[in-house]
């Protein structure tokens, strides 16, 4: 017979925290031992990990404050824990992906986890973050990207417009058409324009080069979002280099192309706003211009999927924010599992 006598044993086991204080749970558990062997054991308790002193429900609490962009050791204060202790709970967490969608999405982010950048790969169209990559160098990409056997039924890739990313995406994903994201395409213009406000801002007196830098943003609204009074003092800036409304008038012109809502319609225009480049005397964008050129079949493929790295983009701010309430992450494994935990609760 087992139960013919048994030992209790007091236990302080933390709970969740109850109307903004720390509980500590005190159970009696009883070690029973049997009398033909004299082994001894404990009885199961089912709402507490084994070896552990903190509940069940403690673990889940702490799980879904990780949904949150907060520090651990807030998480750990809160609860009445250490950070370790808060990072031992993300570590059992455990993601994986074990296929690819037929759309996929990359790019960079400054994680300094190990490496200084890292890699983060999204589905845009279901909007969901697939995994996040330690390094972004072609080798790393390749060797990780190949270990995927479903890897030819990806469609589209879409990312920035970085020479690494396109040739890795050429070797691994042969059959898929390369997509430039539509934020990074017009981003070239609109330094190039930058570039030129800025070398004729040098040529002005001191009061009309402060007046020309404080209405930067005047110059970059869209010409339709312009009042009377906005439109005439754009007049009048442009009329005092003939350069500066040069860079204007392309830089506005541009922004036209990007509404534009076939291939076949956007193919044109940027055929006609490369003549008007042409024509004029300004270097920074004829150096757009080459960057477009080398990059043509994918910028048209933008026009004809629609699809853009905005999504992507947005997890990356997320990620910003999360790395500066923690001060940094060192651990790439838990920076990696606490960022797919964040990003896909």
């Known amino acids: 017979m087992l139960n013919e006598y048994c030992i209790e044993k007091l236990l302080g086991l933390k709970d969740i925290p109850m109307f903004g204080y720390n509980t500590i749970l005190k159970v009696h558990k009883r070690r029973h031992v049997c009398k033909a062997c004299g082994k001894k054991f404990y009885e199961s308790l089912p709402f507490l990990p084994k070896y552990q002193r903190t509940t069940n429900r403690l673990w889940m609490y702490i799980l879904k404050e990780l949904e949150e962009t907060r520090s651990m050791k807030s998480i750990a204060f809160s609860v009445n824990l250490s950070g370790p202790s808060i990072a031992r709970v993300i570590d059992k967490v455990s993601y994986g992906l074990s296929s690819l969608p037929n759309t996929i999405s990359i790019d960079e982010f400054k994680g300094n986890a190990g490496r200084k950048f890292q890699c983060i790969l999204t589905n845009p169209r279901k909007q969901e973050v697939l995994d996040i990559l330690p390094e972004r160098t072609i080798e790393g990409l390749s060797a990780y990207f190949s270990t995927f056997k479903d890897r030819n039924n990806v469609k589209y890739v879409v990312m920035d417009m970085s020479n690494l990313f ?15 994201d ?5 981003r070239q213009v609109q330094w190039a324009f930058e570039d030129v406000r800025k070398q004729e801002q040098k040529k002005f007196a001191t009061s009309r080069r402060r007046y020309f830098k404080r209405s930067r943003a005047l110059l970059l609204k869209g010409q339709e979002n ?49 003549m008007h480049v042409g024509v004029t005397e300004l270097n920074r964008f004829k150096k757009c211009v080459n960057t477009f050129v080398d990059w043509n079949e994918e910028i048209l493929n933008a026009f004809e999927t629609g699809l853009t790295n905005g999504y992507t983009e947005g997890c990356n701010n997320r990620i910003k924010v999360l790395k500066r309430n923690a001060y940094g992450v060192r651990n790439f494994d838990r920076f990696r599992k606490r960022i797919l935990h964040v990003m896909n609760s």
């Open 166 to 180: 396109r040739s890795m995406a050429k070797n691994c994903f042969p059959k898929a058409q390369i997509i430039a």
């Open 182 to 186: 539509k934020y990074h395409i017009y």
């Open 226 to 274: 312009l009042s009377e009074e906005e439109f005439e003092q754009v007049s009048q800036m442009l009329s005092a280099s003939r350069a500066l409304a040069q860079a204007y008038y392309l830089l506005h012109e541009f922004r036209n192309i990007m509404k534009s809502k076939t291939k076949e319609e956007a193919k044109s225009k940027l055929s006609a706003w490369y």
